[in-house]
Each structure stands twice: as structure tokens, then as C-alpha cells.
């Protein structure tokens, strides 16, 4: 019922809303054409008062009186040739009143669903959540946390969300409520300290850089953390600090991971030649020739010339150990031959030959990192 005192309120507003302006043209039309007759009458009652008072003489008196007649019967021609104009008005008046309505409920009838009921938003938010709408769907676990406020796991699932939607300080404060409520995680810090990132137009604030080192005290090697202190060094003018952190990071990333391009790309801001960064993950190996002549080889010829080459590579690095590359290859040749204390040596050698090199050092540790071959 309610539907239908709706739909007969709005018919009647936009009903008043061709019919007013018509009424008031009409008005307006009426009243210039007796504000014209008006006038002319005047000027006859001048002229023969002039006439009377001896100010024109009879000739003169005919003059006027014709020039105001004309005058007269062009305002009555004129009123006469706008009366089509004026005749249109109650032909719209009807088609306003009568079709407008008409065709206004035909199409409701047709495209829309009277027999439907109503579905106010508490209902549509206790409605199955496939093929929603993703506001509906945030507006019904914004109800659920104003409710439960609590509710860790619905802050970490709203989160991300908030951040696709791009209402990104409202992602900071839901991943903020998901650490509080649901506990410190590499994930969750670097997700906080992300979403405080982005909310602060890139610039990373104290509280994310405290965020993304709590994210690495869980998990040292987190790429999303150390990514974004390495930014953070950047910011703040600590160019050669920016750099080892982006080096080690590089050295430490996969060649199919997707922000490795990142990284060469900010590398490259500041500088820095990439072409020589090397890590454990994509440290040179074998040519294919090499592999092709190994594969020709028994076991026991493969494994002596795997011993070979290992110790001809250890050998010339303790004549000349300014070669960080060889010393990180050395590193994982003896891990892969299953000798993990001579890597710890060659990791503890690359130390010696590179003592106040920051960036050596950091590529050390990543190496260290992922070889498994942390200090303790």
C-alpha cells in the first residue's frame, strides 16, 4: 500500500511540474495583453483632455486618435495570432494529467514487480551472500562488527577488502584490530603497515616502519616488510643504507617473483648497476655444455668432477677473496654436496674479505638466509 501512496505523490509532483509553468505562461500572456489596452486607453483620455484644454487643435486631435486606434488594432492582431499558442495549453494540460500517469504505471506494470515484497537493507544483508553486491556485502560485516566489535576474524576479513575498495585507512584500522584481537603475525603486521602506506600516500610513517619490523622479528626474511623499510631508508636520505637493503632483497628473490622488477627498478633509480646482483636464488651455474658433458659421465666421474670444480672455485678464492659472487656459489656448491659446515666456512670467509661493506654484508646474510645457513 505503502508502494502505491508513493508512486501517486511522485505522479502528482511531476504532474504540478509541467502543468505550473504552463498556467503561468498563460498568466503572463493574459496580463501583457490588458497591460497594452490599458495604456492605449490613457493616451485616448490625453488627447482629449489636450484638446479640451486648448494645447491641440481638432486636426490634431484626429491625428492622435487614428495613431492610437492603429495601435490598438495591431495589440488585438498580435493577441489573435498568439491564441494557437494558447489554445495548446489545455490539450497538454490533459495529456499531462491523463497519460502521463497512464504511461507511467503500464511501465511498472511491464518491467518492474509489483507482486514482489519488500526488501529492506537488514533483509538483503540477511540474504545469501552469492551474487551480492560487494557494498552490500561489506555493509553487512560493518553491521556484524558494530555488533561485535570484538570479532578478530571479521577486521582481517573486512581488511583486504577495504583496500580493493581503495577506503584505505579504514583498511589500516581493521588490520590494526586484527593484531590486536587475533595476535602479531609476520602477515598481519605487513599488511597493517602496508595499508598505513598507501593511506599515507607512500610515505612510510613510523608507525608502519614499527609495523614492518615487528613483521621481520617474526619472520626475518618477510619480502613485503623488507621491501618497504628498504623504501623507508630512501626516504629518510639513507641512500647507501637503501641500497644494501634492495641488493639483499634482490639477492634473495626469485627470478619469477613478482616484485622482483620492483626492486631492480628502484636499484636503478638510485644508481646502482643490477647486472652484477647475485643471491642464492639465481647465483650462475653450469653452461649447457657443461650439464650435457656431466649427464655423459657416470656417477662417480660426476661426482669427482663436481669435487673438482668445487675446489678449484675454493682454492682460487683463497688467493684473491674480493669475489663475493664466487664466495656465495661456494656457499651452496657445498650445501648441494651436503657439506653445510664448509658453506659456513665460505659464508664466514666472504665476512672476513668484505668487514665494512654494508651491502656485502646484507648479501651475506640473505645467502645465509636462504641456504638455511643462519647463525644462531
Given amino acids: 500500500m505503502l508502494l502505491w501512496v508513493t508512486f501517486a505523490v511522485l505522479t502528482g509532483i511531476a504532474v504540478l511540474a509541467v502543468l505550473v509553468p504552463l498556467s503561468r505562461a498563460r498568466a503572463r500572456q493574459v496580463s501583457g495583453r490588458e497591460s497594452d489596452i490599458a495604456v492605449y486607453k490613457d493616451q485616448l483620455r490625453e488627447v482629449e483632455a489636450d484638446l479640451k484644454r486648448g494645447v491641440i487643435n481638432g486636426a490634431e486631435a484626429q491625428a492622435a486618435r487614428i495613431e492610437v486606434g492603429r495601435r490598438l488594432l495591431a495589440a488585438d492582431r498580435a493577441a489573435r495570432d498568439t491564441g494557437p499558442v494558447r489554445s495548446l495549453a489545455r490539450p497538454v494540460a490533459v495529456a499531462v494529467i491523463v497519460l502521463l500517469p497512464l504511461f507511467s504505471l503500464a511501465t511498472y506494470l511491464l518491467l518492474g514487480s509489483p507482486d514482489l515484497p519488500g526488501q529492506p537493507l537488514s533483509a538483503r544483508l540477511e540474504a545469501p551472500t552469492q551474487g551480492q553486491d560487494v557494498n552490500v556485502l561489506v555493509a553487512r560485516v560493518e553491521e556484524h562488527l558494530a555488533e561485535n566489535p570484538e570479532d578478530g576474524q571479521g577486521w582481517e576479513v573486512v581488511a583486504p577488502v577495504y583496500m ?162 664466487g664466495w656465495l656459489r661456494l656457499a651452496r656448491a657445498y650445501v648441494v654436496l651436503g657439506e653445510p659446515d664448509k658453506a659456513r666456512g665460505a659464508l664466514a670467509s666472504a665476512r672476513q674479505n668484505y668487514p665494512d661493506d654494508v651491502a656485502a654484508s646484507e648479501r651475506i646474510d640473505a645467502a645465509a638466509r636462504a641456504l638455511g645457513l643462519e647463525r644462531s
Avoid at 168 to 188: F, I, K, P, Q
Fill in 164 to 325: 580493493r575498495l581503495g577506503r584505505y585507512r579504514e583498511a589500516a584500522a581493521a588490520y590494526a584490530n586484527a593484531v590486536r584481537l587475533l595476535g602479531s603475525t609476520a602477515e598481519r603486521e605487513a599488511d597493517h603497515g602496508e595499508a598505513l602506506v598507501v593511506a599515507g600516500d607512500g610515505i612510510v610513517t613510523s608507525e608502519a616502519k614499527a609495523a614492518f619490523e615487528r613483521a621481520l622479528e617474526h619472520a626475518p626474511g618477510y619480502p613485503k616488510a623488507r621491501f618497504f623499510l628498504a623504501i623507508a631508508a630512501e626516504q629518510d636520505g639513507d641512500t647507501e643504507g637503501a641500497v644494501a637493503k634492495w641488493r639483499a632483497l634482490l639477492a634473495d628473490t626469485p627470478p619469477d617473483a613478482p616484485w622482483r622488477e620492483a626492486v631492480t627498478r628502484r636499484l636503478a633509480g638510485l644508481g646502482e648497476d643490477v647486472g652484477d646482483v647475485a643471491g642464492a636464488g639465481d647465483m650462475p651455474g653450469p653452461s649447457a655444455e657443461e650439464v650435457a658433458a656431466a649427464q655423459a659421465m657416470s656417477a662417480e666421474d660426476r661426482a669427482q668432477m663436481i669435487a673438482g670444480m668445487v675446489d678449484g672455485l675454493a682454492g682460487r678464492l683463497a688467493e684473491d677473496g674480493r669475489d663475493l659472487d
